[in-house]
């Protein structure tokens, strides 16, 4: 098993940064490709941003050129800049982690974005 521990959420006005964090500890070797998605209010889940062991990303257009995605792998962490964030970033952010062809899934993280 891979439990998830996400921080950084929180409430920032339009224009702000915030910087989410994800931790995964348990059984965690072999780990691959680690990301973000996002749900907001009445609306599917959908990707942010990945990583993949080697530091190869993949972001959503939403996304592009606001944020960043980086991971830490020898303290098995992923990590997630959000600059320049705008009301439609709201949502509850969600740490992803595949392992061996499972999907791990951390509790979410609540960003608000005030205009």
């Known amino acids: 098993q891979v439990q998830l521990v996400e921080s950084g959420g929180g409430l920032v006005q339009a224009g702000g940064s915030l910087r989410l964090s994800c931790a995964a500890s348990g059984t965690i070797v072999s780990i691959s490709v680690m990301g973000w998605y996002r749900q907001a209010p009445g609306k599917q889940r959908e990707l942010v941003a990945a990583i993949t062991p080697g530091g190869r990303t993949n972001y959503a257009d939403f996304v592009k050129g606001r944020f960043t995605i980086s991971r830490d792998n020898a303290r098995n962490t992923v990590f997630l800049q959000m600059n320049s964030l705008t009301p439609s970033d709201t949502g509850v952010y969600y740490c992803?982690?595949?392992?061996?062809?499972?999907?791990?899934w951390g509790q979410g993280t609540q960003v608000t974005v005030s205009s």
């Open positions: 992803n982690v595949q392992r061996i062809g499972r999907d791990y």
